[in-house]
């Protein structure tokens, strides 16, 4: 599988970003929340996906910026988690919500236990 992360499959859509946060299903898996839709496949983009990490816990733009770079980072690598089903496609938002800066390893493992309860 490609090891890029292109703009395609970032939820950039105002529309349909209202509509997950307004009929998503979530999943809170500490520190993260993740609400998810599942929609019918319309191209060969497998999921698009959105990060939020908030101001009011990571005053600095510098560290909120740290903490979605790695996040996609993690996403990046494990794709192949998100892109299992063939005939439909998921909106995805990351919400981080814990108030310190964790370790790679720390966010990859609690990020794919997270991901992989969207599977299920």
Not at 26 to 37: E, L, M, T
Request: glycine residues 2%; proline residues 3%.
């Amino acid at each position: 599988m490609d090891q890029s992360f292109q703009k395609s499959l970032r939820l950039t859509h105002k529309r349909e970003i209202e509509r997950l946060f307004s009929s998503g299903r979530r999943v809170k898996s500490h520190p993260f929340i993740i609400i998810y839709n599942t929609l019918p496949k319309q191209n060969d983009t497998p999921f698009k996906l959105l990060i939020s990490v908030p101001k009011r816990n990571f005053k600095k733009a510098v560290d909120r910026n740290f903490l979605k770079r790695r996040i996609r980072e993690v996403v990046r690598k494990n794709k192949e988690l998100l892109s299992g089903k063939v005939d439909c496609m998921f909106h995805i938002a990351i919400l981080y919500s814990f108030n310190t800066r964790l370790e790679y390893d720390e966010i990859e493992t609690y990020l794919l236990a997270a991901l992989k309860k969207i599977q299920k």
